[in-house]
């Protein structure tokens, strides 16, 4: 991707709820038409309304047992391609020209890989001469076309991977993500009422929080605006207050002053983990390869893994994955155990996660004392442990987690303003 | 268009009523891979689902006053994306391998004129592959596409329009039309119960008879299909009832012997119409021109024109349009009227047409003679008269227009089987 630079050029991303209604789409038109008014070019990356994607499932599965990938995902992208078009008509009758462009129109090339494709390259010839035009040019997220024009869906996070992508491939100032929510938290503000809104994050910092269930933003579309250290800017599309701004120096490390700052960020918590343990395991090399490589060949995405050695040379092997992955999991390794001499498999569906994260606690000690600390005296089990450079993850009951995310947030001070 | 000949290929194109829901479209990929299963190559068209494309004009509607072509294009293609792509996992859940391809990618190449574009090419490399691949290959109908990418749709009548291209691009042995009416009648059936359905019927007749309101297939489908004799079977997709047999050697003169033919194939009969009469306009060169040169340059369709010459060097010039028409028809008139010395302009938007319809009416004399006497009889007063060499029209007031048709079915025995 080399940037044909378009001077001060602003990528706005608008999710499926902020264009759910033709009053919705109108509002977010109103928010572009004024961007463009200052004089500045935008692409606008847009989701399918509402829950048109979901829809469009539930249609496919009334005609068909198993619909094929390449089919729904041609179906799919019909529901970016509404959106758009109504997009661009909304501008229109607010005096602003604009075009809406297809993921093929636009230029976005993908892998053929149905329903998860990712995007190989953008080639911005047509977007570069509608800018140039004057027009505000609208793309379809989440999707991309391969070499012999068969239409791709990006998968999960793709509306925001495209919108990143193109302000990476543009070389634009930022890429604004326009949203449900007004940024990002300290924690869940469902969880937590005292949650406070970050004015800015550092990219790891985001990466770990949305890793970790901080639903905002995906992961994928962090990494990509990572490598090209491109800023987005996370905020309501329904209010004009401040949203986060995600950008490289934005991690807790650099923007407080040595003596206030808390190094803890944000306290993430994801309900979606179950776990499968594997009962004392002859502890010979080759079990882990045993285990997680068939568990890799059937795309199953295994979080976090434990592995606690008892005295009599056998161990209990624990891994997390995510719960609708459980079934396929367990059969796995059912099929497996026997041929590394396990004793038994056991498996538990009702667990969750809660993380402190922050890259200032890379240089501080003394972080996971006071985790486990304040869980204790919550009488809060901790399951299984896992941490990074910048997080520190405890495997919980889910009954027990949002109690956990509260009083992690009041042991770390993220109550306080700053 | 250099056919690429491929053995025995069928064209099958499937309306919006016959779509219209998950249960319609499981039946008609049944219809369908009967078809594939006998060995047969098979390109199916199809509309959008039942009433989409209304609705989406709706919400286009509703978030702009006056959408802008190309978006609305862009938009309205979508509906014929959906409904191909859940054609193709129908056929996929009944075992029958089978591809959806948009206008872009089944080479579908039309002019830049949108919402009424017209089909330039096809370029069918990407069909042939997917055929000769053994895929039933599922087309968009109504869509094209420009030069530089853009979606175009074809605007009336404009699937039916696609599927007989596509026939005739790849030298299909027939293009069959799938549709909520069993066939071609001899007149509408809810007006004459007694009509009888045609066999076959030939590219000239079926002209007239879509120009004058028989609404099964649009006119400029007809006429493609006879610039290359493309055999088109118009039949029922809820029945297995035989159709109607559009082809060559269709017409009347050909398909009945000499002594029992009956030179009358059909009547057919039309609503929607209005006419303007320019009263008492001095007769002079010119004024023909003025007044529909303005009309043609609004895109206002003029179907009937008849002007009768008074003694006194004076002429009334009537002509007649679509209902929807008569505002800005008459817009125009009034302002040119003065011009021309008209004394008046006068309207009626209560009139209907009436027409019989026929290639052996060309050597065998009284046709007119007899559908004037069987009107008088029944008391239908004739506005305006025009013919063409297979057909005699008689615009007539809306009231006694079903009259009309029944006596004209009686008068010309086309109750009465062969």
Chains 1, 2 share one sequence.
Do not use: W
């Not at 050029?9 to 264009?19: D, M, P, T």
């Not at 829950?51 to 047992?65: G, H, M, N, P, R």
């Not at 009758?93 to 129109?105: C, F, H, N, R």
């Not at 949203?243 to 309900?271: C, F, Q, W, Y």
């Amino acid at each position: 991707m080399s940037p044909p630079e378009i001077q001060g050029l602003l990528v706005q991303k608008y999710g499926g709820s902020s264009l759910a209604t033709a009053e919705r789409i109108r509002a977010a038109a109103r928010r572009v038409a004024r961007t463009a008014a200052r004089g500045k070019p935008v692409i606008v990356v847009v989701s399918a309304m509402g829950d048109t994607t979901d829809e469009l499932i539930e249609l496919a599965y009334s005609v068909a047992q198993r619909p094929p990938e390449r089919e729904l995902d041609l179906l799919l992208s019909t529901g970016e391609t509404v959106s758009a078009t109504l997009m661009a008509m909304a501008l229109h009758d607010l005096q602003q020209p604009a075009v809406a462009l297809t993921g093929l129109q636009a230029g976005i090339r993908s892998t053929r890989v149905f329903s998860r494709a990712r995007i190989t390259d953008i080639q911005p010839a047509r977007i570069s001469t509608e800018l140039l035009h004057g027009k505000v040019v609208i793309v379809t997220g989440f999707q991309g076309v391969t070499e012999d024009q068969d239409v791709t869906t990006l998968g999960r996070g793709g509306s925001d991977t495209t919108a990143v992508a193109l302000a990476c491939a543009l070389g634009a100032e930022r890429c604004d993500i326009y949203t449900d929510v007004e940024g990002i938290y300290t924690a869940d503000p469902r969880v937590v009422p005292s949650a406070r809104k970050l004015s800015e994050v550092g990219y790891e910092e985001m990466l770990e929080l949305a890793q970790l269930g901080a639903r905002v933003m995906h992961p994928r579309a962090v990494e990509l605006a990572e490598l090209y250290s491109m800023p987005i800017l996370v905020a309501s599309s329904f209010t004009d207050t401040p949203g986060t701004l995600i950008h490289r120096d934005g991690d807790s490390k650099n923007t407080m002053p040595m003596e206030v700052r808390k190094n803890v960020r944000g306290i993430a918590h994801d309900t979606d983990v179950a776990r499968i343990t594997l009962v004392r395991v002859p502890d010979r090399p080759g079990v882990a390869a045993a285990i997680f490589e068939p568990l890799a060949a059937a795309s199953v995405s295994v979080d976090t893994i434990a592995q606690s050695s008892g005295a009599d040379g056998t161990t209990d092997l624990s891994f997390t994955i995510s719960r609708s992955d459980l079934p396929r999991a367990l059969e796995i390794t059912q099929s497996v155990a026997p041929s590394i001499h396990a004793a038994s498999v056991d498996t538990a569906d009702d667990l969750a996660k809660v993380s402190i994260v922050g890259t200032g606690m890379q240089s501080a000690p003394g972080y996971a004392a006071r985790m486990f600390g304040a869980l204790a005296r919550a009488g809060v089990n901790i399951n299984i442990i896992s941490t990074s450079d910048i997080r520190i993850t405890c495997v919980v009951s889910r009954d027990h987690v949002e109690d956990a995310v509260r009083v992690l947030h009041t042991a770390f001070e993220l109550d306080r303003e700053d």
